[in-house]
């Protein structure tokens, strides 16, 4: 596969004669994609049943006259006026019971069938309308689902949803009653319709009846791609249908709703998901005008995992955004860096967002790759930059398979939301902080999801924080004949959210001798030492255990324990601990680890090392025993600069 680059593109923003210009200026930077549509409702269908479409084709015609390919997105997430007219239940309820309005975007409900039966109308008439155009390339579905807390809607329709949701999963109300605890404090039911939705309530709701309130809300996105997605594929089953979805966005399963998408994808805003993070004001001020050097890579990784291999970044931050409280202008060189960095996880195609800034609406102050009155921004010669080295170093294929990797799972998302225990433990942090620590040494991360049942081909697997086992990760456990690292906190919970019978992390004694008695939690300030380095913060747990005691706390408790390659952690940790952690394994598992200046990090695609610079300062390289020569840039990097290396062998 070579990658491309791409745009998105509102040809109803502009005059129609600006079209023909605007595409050949986008074939002179080297764009091959163009992503329209997905906000055009209104002027397909400007009343009921009233439908424009020719002017939509007029806008392909002059794309495909330039060699341009569109990516067709469906316009669902913006519903017209009439719309709400004619459905005005349709409108999403917030969690303290209010209406949320019409006059922005995402106004709808999942749950809302007369709205996915409107959904289902005008995603058949499009494909019916444009299916063919030889410009055709892609679709995408709807826009960025859950955008704006929209996942979840506490509304008449989410409620009669989710009492038929759970009589289909649970069958009678005593297995529901059973599941959920329900004599604790006197919830039980009698029936299914006496159930209500878990918000409103007078304290927290049992964790169990909110969980599934999760999966059920989770469900309903998968099933609104799916309409969508069964359509578009039976009018072009030769083409890719994929969605955009968000950075560090866990309201609903990825990996489902990916189970009918062709292609991930994932829009990428460094500057603005830094200063929206809870990252250290230490973080946000070093990395204010590049992002966190972690982070674009991370999601990289988990959207090819999602994406089944196959990815995109459908948006790329292009300059300065409008939506974070302060928005930088990014580094000079960064939406250049940004795109190779993407290429090297194995994205197919970055597509900035978006071609010309728009004078006019909510999004007047978001940099495009030309300014309003037409002329280039300085994304723009870097979009070009980039098209010219993806030609001059020829990179093609795909990303190599890493040798460490990571489960990554979204319903262990939900359940430490859930009953955090410790205000802020997250699944996400701990799965993150192990990836940063890897990444340090330019060691190449996958990301797996939970229903991987072999971890076959991998030196190491880390399992932070989840939830609960799955059958299929039980077995890859039990089978894998590298390392492993697991905890704090996994399977430390059953599917219904209680308590397993042999306690955490409940693995049968030979594999892990171990069992968790106790957890201590406490402020992320303060800090337990562990001798020999590095320190526990946040989660700590006393564990009973036969396994051998690699690290300990200062006052004596286990931190690191071991039986044969399976290590537990028991305690959530600093950068420092995270790290000796990570570099203890990495030397029991014999990885060969890359000397990375600091603020530079690096990744294999296609035989060649990408190396990037997320510092603020030049830095200088040393050719890695693997690495042949440099085929781009040199072993001096500047800030905000990007050097590809040629491997000995194909990666
Ligand atoms: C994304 C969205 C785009 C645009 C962009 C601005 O979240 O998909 O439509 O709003 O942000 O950064």
Redesign the pocket.
């Known amino acids: 596969m070579i990658p491309a680059l791409g745009v998105?593109y509102y040809p109803e923003h502009w005059p129609e004669d600006w079209w023909a210009h605007d595409a050949a200026r986008m074939a002179e930077v080297g764009i091959r994609y163009v992503r329209i549509g997905?906000?055009a409702w209104s002027r397909l269908e400007p009343s009921p049943g009233d439908l424009r479409l020719d002017w939509i084709i007029r806008a392909m015609d002059a794309l495909a006259a330039h060699g341009l390919k569109v990516v067709f997105g469906t316009p669902t997430a913006t519903p017209p006026r009439w719309m709400v007219d004619k459905h005005p239940d349709m409108l999403a309820v917030d969690a303290q019971g209010r209406r949320r309005g019409f006059g922005s975007r995402r106004h709808y409900d999942f749950s809302h069938l007369g709205y996915r039966e409107e959904c289902r109308r005008i995603v058949q008439l499009l494909a019916d309308a444009v299916g063919q155009h030889p410009a055709l390339a892609a679709w995408q579905t709807d826009?960025?689902y859950g955008?704006h807390d929209t996942s979840y809607s506490y509304s008449p329709a989410a409620l009669a949803g989710f009492r038929l949701w759970l009589e289909r999963k649970y069958n009678t109300i005593d297995a529901l009653n059973q599941a959920w605890g329900n004599v604790f404090w006197s919830m039980e039911y009698s029936r299914f319709d006496q159930i209500e939705l878990p918000n409103l309530l007078v304290c927290e709701a049992a964790p169990a009846h909110e969980l599934d309130f999760r999966r059920y809300s989770s469900d309903q996105v998968a099933a609104f791609n799916a309409l969508q997605f069964d359509i578009l594929k039976a009018a072009r089953p030769d083409l890719p249908v994929i969605h955009?979805f968000?950075g560090r966005y866990t309201d609903f399963d990825h990996f489902k709703v990916a189970e009918t998408l062709d292609v991930a994808s994932w829009?990428a805003?460094p500057l603005?998901h830094l200063a929206r993070s809870d990252e250290s004001d230490d973080i946000k001020l070093q990395y204010l005008r590049q992002g966190e050097p972690d982070y674009q890579a991370f999601h990289h990784d988990l959207y090819r995992s999602v994406g089944h291999g196959r990815w995109w970044v459908m948006?790329q931050?292009p300059g300065p955004?409008?939506?974070a409280d302060f928005n930088p202008d990014p580094l000079p060189g960064m939406a250049r860096l940004w795109a190779w960095e993407a290429f090297a996880h194995g994205a197919e195609v970055v597509s900035y967002?978006?071609w010309r800034q728009a004078p006019f609406g909510q999004?007047q102050m978001?940099a495009g790759l030309l300014r309003p009155d037409s002329e280039p921004a300085p994304a723009y010669h870097e979009a070009s930059q980039v098209a010219q080295e993806l030609r001059q170093t020829g990179m093609a294929g795909v990303t190599a398979r890493g040798k460490v990797a990571l489960v990554y799972d979204y319903e262990s998302e939900w359940a430490w939301q859930i009953l955090p225990q410790a205000k802020g433990f997250s699944h996400g942090a701990q799965v993150r902080a192990v990836y940063a620590a890897f990444r340090k040494h330019g060691i190449d991360v996958d990301i797996l999801p939970p229903s991987t049942s072999s971890f076959a081909g991998y030196s190491i697997v880390a399992i932070p924080a989840l939830f609960t086992w799955s059958d299929a990760l039980r077995q890859a456990v039990a089978e894998h004949e590298g390392h492993l690292l697991i905890g704090p906190r996994t399977g430390s919970k059953t599917p219904d959210f209680s308590f397993p019978a042999q306690l955490a992390p409940d693995l049968s004694p030979n594999i892990l001798n171990a069992k968790v008695m106790r957890v201590d939690t406490v402020d992320p300030s303060i800090e337990v030492p562990v001798k020999g380095g590095g320190a526990v913060r946040h989660w700590r747990e006393r564990l009973e255990t036969g396994a051998e005691v690699i690290m300990e706390d200062e006052d004596d408790w286990p931190v690191l324990v071991s039986q044969g390659k399976l290590f537990y952690q028991a305690a959530s940790g600093n950068r420092a601990l995270i790290q000796r952690i990570v570099d203890y394994l990495i030397m029991e598992a014999g990885l060969p680890r890359i000397a990375l200046p600091a603020g530079v990090r690096c990744r294999v695609r296609d035989g060649m090392r990408v190396y990037v610079n997320y510092g603020s300062k030049d830095t200088v390289l040393a050719l890695a025993d693997d690495e042949t020569a440099y085929v781009l840039g040199s072993a001096e990097i500047p800030a905000a600069g990007v050097t590809v290396a040629r491997l000995a062998t194909a990666g």
């Open positions: 998105c997905e906000f826009n960025e955008c955009n968000m829009d805003y603005g948006e931050q955004v409008n939506w967002f978006r999004e978001h």
